[in-house]
């Protein structure tokens, strides 16, 4: 979906916001969910979303923003009504329970082709990647806003961890992170590890030298539980780095302790090169 905003509605400098919709009815069932990029003004905001209710639904939707300083999720009835006590879909418009059919970036364009900015595009989604064991989509600029808000929050600045040699290997496992998402080398992608293992956020793929995060890793963060995101991008870049664990992992608690270096820094404490939840 291409959705041009008039100059009115652009931000200055083209400053850019991820945004999320997501429309219910009948209830509280999810019926229409999108991811973009839009203008960070409060007119591109209001606009996109009326792209995404229904032409002509009855009443005044209801529209809750929940705004962080990077991602705006807007959530609303889709057909009029008050969530959770949403209004039915129509009968001619099929109700897809999770499911994401228009998940997917809308780019904004500008009129004056100037302000767009930080757009950027997802090829067109050829699977799903929460049904998909197998499918790996290219990150969204959402997704990696996600990603830059979760090493920000949990992700230990060099200068707070007192052991030389942990504080640098912590920077070597966030600097090959950050580099494989600059250069493509990070996917959404569904769990695809042997069933009957312990829950999983994401993985590295021997064969092709890649990561995948799941999308359930995507929407913790979105709700504002970053911690796994984060643990998970330094724990796969330990794995592109040519580390293994052999000796497996157990759950303490929230964490899962690893005993291998340098996953073991990974685990909560006073060195570790994550701030604790
Ligand atoms: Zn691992």
Redesign the pocket.
Known sequence: MNVVFPRAELAPGGVTRAFTYRGYANGATLVRNAECTVPATRGAMERITRTFIREGAPGEPTMQVMADPWVVVVTACQNGGTYPSCEDQPTDIPVMENDCAFYGTCSPTSPSGGGGGGGGGNPSMSCDPNVDPTCNQLLSDHDKQLIKNAIAAFVRPKAEISDSATAEMCEQLLNTFNSMVTSGEVFKGKYDTPSGTRDHYG??DEGSGTIHIEPKTLVLALSGDYYELAATAL??A??ELGY??PLG?HQVGNYLI?MDYP?DLLNPGENSCLKSR
Do not use: D, L, M, N
Request: aromatic letters at 28%; glycine letters at 10%.
């Open positions: 993985a590295w724990h796969e330990g794995h293994r664990h992992s690893y996953f």
